[in-house]
């Protein structure tokens, strides 16, 4: 996982699982998570609400990004290989 830093490049958050699910908790159906787990440490890394806006872009088959407006970063998700990237898109 990466995110976008103040000097215009990217920092390496390290590696991760991927999971989309819904909003523990939420009474709509309609909120749906982005999580990114930490490999290592099983931290969460990530918790991202998806938005139906279209702020997200896949790039090269294997990276998905975005803007996100709540943080001010820009975030980008790197997969092994385009199938585990087309999986999460």
Not at 71 to 89: H, Q
Request: glycine share 8%; aromatic share 10%.
């Amino acid at each position: 996982m990466f995110r976008s830093n103040d000097g215009g490049g990217w920092d390496d958050y390290g590696a991760g699982r991927v999971t989309i699910d819904h909003l523990e908790g939420s009474t709509s159906e309609k909120e749906i998570v982005l999580a990114v787990i930490d490999a290592e440490n099983k931290e969460t890394m990530l918790l991202h609400l998806i938005t139906p806006d279209d702020i997200y872009r896949r790039r090269q088959g294997t990276f998905i990004s975005w803007f996100d407006p709540e943080t001010g970063l820009s975030i980008s998700l790197s997969f092994l290989d385009a199938a585990a990237c087309s999986d999460v898109w």
